[in-house]
């Protein structure tokens, strides 16, 4: 019977299936970055569809209106993809609105908590920046597998049960000792909380915790029984902490994204509108690096006209990543690659 501790890796790039090269892309990279990657993307095709195309580029584009069409519907999708952004963010002000009554419960919450989470890393007031907290809860977490530690060395205990508390302990400590490191110095709003949050993998050593505690109950002492119940509340003073700041990272994303849609649609609507109105492709006739100008102008007046999409798809992508990989709170673990785990312990 083993503890499997390791069977779910710590860092969520280790627990990522798949090339973590685009994990990067989803998560890590700048949001202008990927924004200018997708441009690109975008860019490159349709030279590459034009260049390919048996037809003559001018010939297409002189055949019908697709032009017209093509900036017509650019036009009209810019100016709905605003709208409905900026009414998911009056959705998400709303939540900030409420009667006196509902506010006070917030805040009684908000200080019921903190105080639980101070009672826990023994300090007298919990930090107020949340990178500090998080980093106060997460080296609370490490304090208390060493004072079970501690304790086991002063036991004798099986060896096989020695053992097991051994490493599950340190798989704590070691995990504990990343994130702290990671999360000092960081700023709220960035990317950087929430991933080293994402790094700590509190669900797995939650539920690791717990079946020690239920499985070796006769065999633990008091001492050792006391103090893994410490560490286990700890643990579960992370989850609700975690979800609760990246509540707040996503409400800030959205906000960001509102204000970059606002900065893009200006200058996306002005480049869509002004080709409606003066894009002839039979007044462009020249020939730039083997490449029509009809089909350059088109390639970029198409892709600026899109940036609005390019932008929300960016953020988006980012904002249903986490989501993905934060579904679950506490000791459930969705990844197909831990669900064997039960096994061990039978």
């Known amino acids: 019977m083993t503890s499997d501790s390791g069977e779910s890796s710590d860092t969520m790039r280790e627990r990522a299936a798949g090339d973590t ?11 202008w970055l ?29 055949r019908g209106d697709p032009v017209e069409t093509l900036f017509q519907a650019l036009i009209t999708g810019t100016i709905t993809a605003v709208t409905l952004v900026l009414t998911l963010s009056q959705l998400v002000l709303s939540q900030e609105l409420g009667a006196v009554g509902d506010q006070r419960e917030r805040m009684d919450g908000s200080m019921q908590f903190r105080a639980d989470v101070a009672d826990a890393v023994d300090t ?25 530690q501690n304790t086991l060395d002063e036991t004798n ?16 400590r070691t995990n504990a000792d990343s994130v702290t490191d990671q999360l000092e110095g960081s700023t709220f709003g960035e990317f950087d909380v929430v991933k080293a949050a994402l790094n700590y993998n509190y669900s797995w050593k939650l539920y690791v915790g717990r079946r020690i505690r239920e499985s070796y109950a006769d065999e633990l002492t008091d001492d050792i029984d006391d103090s893994l119940a410490e560490l286990v509340g700890t643990l579960e003073l992370f989850g609700p902490a975690r979800e609760h700041f990246k509540t707040l990272y996503f409400q800030w994303e959205i906000s960001d994204l509102s204000r970059t849609l606002l900065y893009v649609a200006v200058p996306a609507l002005t480049v869509a509108v002004t080709s409606l109105l003066f894009f002839d492709a039979r007044d462009i006739l020249g020939v730039t690096a083997g490449v029509p100008d009809v089909l350059w102008l088109l390639a970029a007046t198409t892709t600026v006209s899109v940036l609005p999409f390019t932008v929300l798809l960016s953020y988006i992508l980012r904002i249903v990543t986490i989501t993905k990989r934060t579904l679950a709170i506490g000791p459930f673990i969705l990844r197909e690659t831990d669900r064997s785990a039960d096994v061990d312990w039978e």
Do not use: K, M
């Open 21 to 31: 090269r685009l994990l990067w892309l989803l998560l890590d990279a700048d949001r």
């Open 34 to 62: 990927v924004t200018a990657i997708l441009s690109g993307v975008l860019f490159c095709g349709i030279l590459a569809v034009g260049l390919l195309h048996p037809t003559p580029t001018l010939t297409l584009l002189t």
């Open 124 to 148: 007298p007031v919990s930090p107020a920046e949340p990178s500090a907290f998080l980093r106060s809860l997460v080296r609370g977490t490490a304090e208390r597998a060493e004072n079970v």
């Open 157 to 172: 205990l099986d060896q096989d049960l020695t053992e097991l508390l051994t490493t599950y302990l340190e798989d704590v």
